[in-house]
């Protein structure tokens, strides 16, 4: 027991939060009253420890202490507020210190109730110089030093006042910058009052105005920060006609310059009072090397025509701040349109991109991971993701044009630039790091944006941010979590493809106001201007968060249409997918965020009729886009999986091949999109079509078993295999190919053959028939016509009538057929004892003979004749023209049905395959070889494109100029060279027929 009654334990004052409980027990003797109130209310400040300490030193210092520590005991609300000050910051505590009767501004009731107006605070600084503050130009009363020292006086009487509501989150951190603006904005007035009552007596009048940047213009001021700014000056009204407007200019330019030169001083001295903040005027024309103070001319002389990328960007947050008013909003008039052009400048957006790595570049490696300011993940990051938004898509949405950052980024989201929960995410972790950014600089009223790397220091950081259980640990995590998704969602923003597009629009264009869309579809190329702008009305009309998003993107849209063959097409086959995903959260927000996604939307629906038709059928698969990995094909494996899957669970066939179709249609739309958007080659392609139908009849042999099993027919007493044909098993179909087949069963042992290959007839007929249930989708067709006797012939065969047929009666021409026979799915041995069989055929020991030979080029001769459509130019058919498909691919298998028995590497269903193995062996010269592998290629992927281009299959090359031209892009030619295209064409498949020439005729 003392005279203050019982004392709190060393274990008590721990958990309030000391963390040297025995230097305030024995410092306790100082207080003369009941020490527990006020250590109990330092145990909720940041630093309880510094908190208590520096209240003796408060009272130590104070006139009548012993009133002010009754007055602290008998005021919670007193006793808490100044504890959490002085707790927080040693720079705060100093200034009670010195002026202990400002503790009572902390007693004030109502201190929290209203933010104070930024002219009550102008008021307030002002008046403390002796100025009048209803005065236009207000002036010390006094030129002395002292007048200086009651400013500074009172600017952190006010700041105290703000502080502790900051400190005890009553006031957001928004309102706080803001407030230190308003504060910074008051004290340069009260400074400029000063510098006129300093001025020489026959000084020449002047006007000045000091215009606000940065953070000061913003809004958006720290506690300790440089406050930016410019200094602009008129003459004023001359006092001698006579004088020229030169040397009026000249002389109110030095007043002007006087008067700026000591505003800057009285803010940076420092005095027994402390100091303000450093003034700093570096933003202005031709940085420290250029003149302090301009006139209105020169500035806009610069503006027009040396101002670099980052000048403007600094300009979107001037604002006046203090001095003339009129020569301010004139200052303002002035660099507003410059700021919201600046966009159009060429490489805009790269060269602001590239300053921000270069601030990252510059800072030193020990502090890039504590930099809250500039580092990766820190403030900077969202203000320049933030202020290149606005600066591109304020020019046309005035909306945007505030020069506050977090008011800019609610507008931004609003307005749909930014999707809700990116915008959400950003504003609460750019809260977060201006609260601890303040908090750190509060601690000692000192310019710093690192975060400590002192463990006492985080601790106390923690607690003022109300982080009690584990502050360190808390903050660090905190700080950890928000870094990371600033860095996230800057790169996404900062980097947005989209941005640089829609930069390179100018602004009138960009508005997409009738009359200028209506031009601006013309100058483009579209055909039919009326309709597209029916498209863009019906897409951006209303005020709707769509409506908005579509408005940013079609500008840009309209140029990627316009790169494209067909733009009219791609416009509206955009308008139809947009319809139907409009509401959908998120097809616009892919589209606005992943700018590969609109850019290859745009190429994709311009240039393919057959993409467009399976996108409006599956509008989900926009979602591909943005990754070149999505685009990749995926395997037969996969894809049987997924399809089989959807038969098990399904109970109805016909819903269960449905599902089957809308899995091929959705990988047709893959395979076509990586192709136009050349991401894969005409090899691939051929390939991942041939695994899509592999997996699509295993699936629909699947589902038709069940079918028929359903039919109340017997299980299937037979194995069933299919064997792909043509192009099928040449793994090389196109997107028009039939899925060309025979089937091959053999019955379970003990089982009737009849019954077997009733039910085995039965379950292909109904795979058939469900694959070709109208459907929207591109057809499914299963071609059996060219098994044994054609179409007359049984529809499935057991493998031992097979075996009967090929002894007996094939021909030359069917082991040339099976050359391509590849058994793509069914029982495995059954697959393999059918190639066994076939082998002996199509890769004969002994060869062909002369005679065979003679057949297989009369036959030719004959399709030659015979099957090229009448009218057709047969140097531009893809498959029976000169130099074509099939003059390939029958020179390759007379090659293989002569030499494959002795050469195994021609034993092969892919032709290019094939030509490289004949040219290994010497059949064929390499350069036969690549001469045919060209024209083959070529003509594959000229009958791809058109079936891309039109949605129909085609084998002559266009005779339209429009389509030709769209199939030369397709193949990779440049507008206007379809031309080229076509001669190249000629020449590749003439070099072609030579070969066929000497090597199939000989």
């Known amino acids: 027991m003392t005279e203050h009654g019982t004392l709190p334990s060393m274990g008590t004052l721990v958990r309030w939060g000391f963390t040297e409980p025995e230097a305030a027990l024995w410092r306790i003797e100082e207080l003369r009253g009941d020490p527990l109130p006020c250590l109990e209310s330092a145990g909720q400040a940041a630093d309880p420890d510094q908190a208590f300490a520096l209240l003796l030193d408060l009272l130590a210092a104070s006139p009548d ?137 026959k000084s020449t009048p002047c006007r000045l105005a000091i215009i606000g940047m940065g953070k000061a213009g913003g809004h958006e001021l720290n506690y300790v920060s440089d406050v930016d700014v410019l200094f602009v000056a008129e003459p004023a009204e001359p006092a001698e006609p006579a004088d020229t407007d030169t040397d009026a200019e000249a002389d109110a330019l030095r007043t002007a310059t006087r008067l700026a030169s000591q505003v800057i001083r009285i803010c940076s001295d420092h005095t027994r009072e402390g100091t303000l903040w450093p003034v700093d005027a570096a933003l202005r024309p031709e940085g420290k090397n250029g003149p302090l ?82 580092g990766p993940g820190g403030l900077r990051d969202v203000e320049f993701a933030v202020q290149l938004l606005q600066l591109v898509h304020g020019r046309t949405d005035p909306n945007l044009r505030s020069p506050s950052t977090l008011k800019a980024l609610d507008a931004l989201t609003a307005g749909g630039y930014v999707g809700r929960p990116d915008g959400a995410e950003l504003a609460e972790a750019y809260r977060f790091l201006r609260t601890l950014e303040h908090r750190i600089q509060l601690a000692r009223l000192r310019r710093t944006h690192l975060l400590p790397d002192d463990v006492g220091d985080l601790r106390a950081l923690g607690r003022s941010l109300h982080l009690w259980s584990e502050p360190v640990n808390e903050l660090t995590l905190a700080w950890r979590r928000h870094a990371r ?98 509401s959908t959260p998120w ?64 109970a109805d066939p016909e819903a269960a091949v449905a599902a089957i179709r809308g899995i091929r249609r959705r990988e047709l739309f893959r395979v076509a999109t990586a192709d136009v958007l050349e991401l894969i080659d005409i090899d691939v392609v051929g390939e991942a079509l041939t695994d899509i139908a592999i997996a699509t009849l295993t699936a629909g042999l699947a589902a038709a078993v069940r079918s028929v099993a359903a039919q109340g027919r017997p299980t299937l007493p037979t194995r069933l295999a299919i064997v792909a044909m043509g192009r099928f098993g040449g793994h090389e179909m196109s997107y028009g190919s039939d899925a060309d087949v025979i089937f091959v069963h053999e019955p379970f042992e003990g089982a009737g053959e009849e019954q077997a290959a009733e039910i085995a007839t039965a379950v292909v007929t109904e795979m058939r028939r469900l694959l070709a249930v109208p459907a929207p989708d591109p057809p499914v067709t299963v071609d059996a016509s060219l098994r044994p006797e054609g179409r007359q012939g049984q529809l499935v065969r057991t493998l031992a009538s097979y075996t009967a047929y ?174 080229l295209f076509l001669e190249d064409y000629r020449r590749i498949t003439r070099h072609a027929r030579a070969v066929v020439e000497r090597v199939f005729w000989e």
């Open 587 to 650: 097809y616009l927000r892919l589209l606005r965020d992943e700018g590969i996604t609109a850019e290859r939307m745009a190429k994709v629906l311009a240039s393919s009729k057959f993409v467009v038709d399976l996108l409006r059928r599956a509008p989900e698969a926009v979602a591909m886009l943005g990754h070149d990995e999505e685009l990749q094909p995926r395997g037969r494996e996969q894809l049987e999986t997924e399809m089989l899957a959807t038969v098990r669970r399904g």
């Open 65 to 201: 202490p012993e009133e002010l520590e009754a007055g602290l005991r008998a005021d919670p609300l007193l006793r808490g507020r100044l504890l959490r000050v002085l707790g927080a910051s040693t720079g705060l505590a100093e200034h009670l210190i010195r002026h202990p009767e400002n503790v009572q501004e902390l007693a004030d009731p109502d201190l929290a109730a209203v933010r104070p107006a930024a002219w009550a605070l102008r008021a307030t600084l002002v008046e403390s110089v002796g100025a009048d503050p209803r005065a236009s130009e207000p002036v010390a009363a006094s030129a002395e030093p002292d007048v200086a020292d009651a400013l500074r006086v009172a600017y952190h009487r006010l700041l105290l006042r703000l502080a502790v509501r900051d400190l005890s989150n009553e006031i957001r951190v928004d309102d706080v910058a803001a407030e230190l603006a308003d504060l910074a904005a008051g004290t340069l007035e009260a400074a400029l009052a000063i510098a006129r009552a300093r001025l020489p007596e």
């Open 806 to 979: 090929y002894q007996r009666w094939s021909h030359v021409w069917e082991a040339q057929a099976l050359l391509r026979a590849d058994v793509v799915c069914g029982e495995d041995g059954l697959r393999q004892r059918f190639v066994e069989l076939i082998d002996r055929y199509r890769w004969p020991e002994a060869g062909v003979s002369a005679a065979d030979v003679r057949e297989i080029r009369r036959i030719k001769a004959r399709v030659d004749a015979e099957r090229l459509p009448r009218g057709a130019d047969p140097t531009t058919h893809t498959k029976l023209g000169r130099g074509g498909l099939a003059d390939v691919e029958w020179t390759v298998q007379l090659l293989q049905l002569r030499h494959a028995a002795s050469v195994p590497a021609l034993r092969t269903t892919r032709t290019v395959r094939a030509l490289s193995a004949a040219a290994d062996a010497d059949l064929l010269t390499r350069a036969d070889a690549d001469a045919l592998i060209a024209a083959w290629r070529l003509a594959t992927r000229a009958r791809n494109a058109m079936m891309l281009v039109r949605a129909r299959p085609s084998d002559s090359l266009p005779r339209d100029p429009r389509e030709l031209a769209a199939v030369s892009r397709l193949l990779g030619y440049a507008p206007h060279e379809s031309g």
């Open 293 to 374: 103070v301009r006139s209105l001319a020169s500035y806009e002389a610069y503006y027009q025509r040396w101002a670099k990328t980052w000048e403007f960007q600094a300009l979107l947050k001037a604002r006046p701040v203090a001095g003339d008013r009129d020569l301010g909003a004139g200052f303002i008039a002035l660099v507003d349109p410059l700021v919201w052009k600046a966009a159009e400048r060429t490489g805009f957006v790269e060269d602001v991109q590239a300053m921000r790595r270069r601030i990252v570049d510059h800072i030193p490696a020990d502090q890039l991971n504590r930099q809250l300011k500039l």
């Open 485 to 582: 998704e600033v860095r996230r969602l800057h790169e996404k923003l900062f980097y947005r493809p989209l941005l640089a597009a829609v930069a390179r629009i100018p602004s009138e264009e960009a508005r997409l106001t009738p009359e200028a869309a209506r031009a601006r579809l013309t100058a483009l190329g579209y055909t039919d201007s009326s309709a597209a702008l029916r498209h863009i009305e019906a897409l951006v009309a209303g005020v709707s968060r769509r409506a908005a998003i579509q408005r940013t993107l079609l500008p840009v849209m309209l140029e990627w249409f316009a790169d494209a063959p067909d733009p009219d097409a791609g416009l509206l086959a955009f308008r139809q997918v947009s319809d139907e995903l409009g």
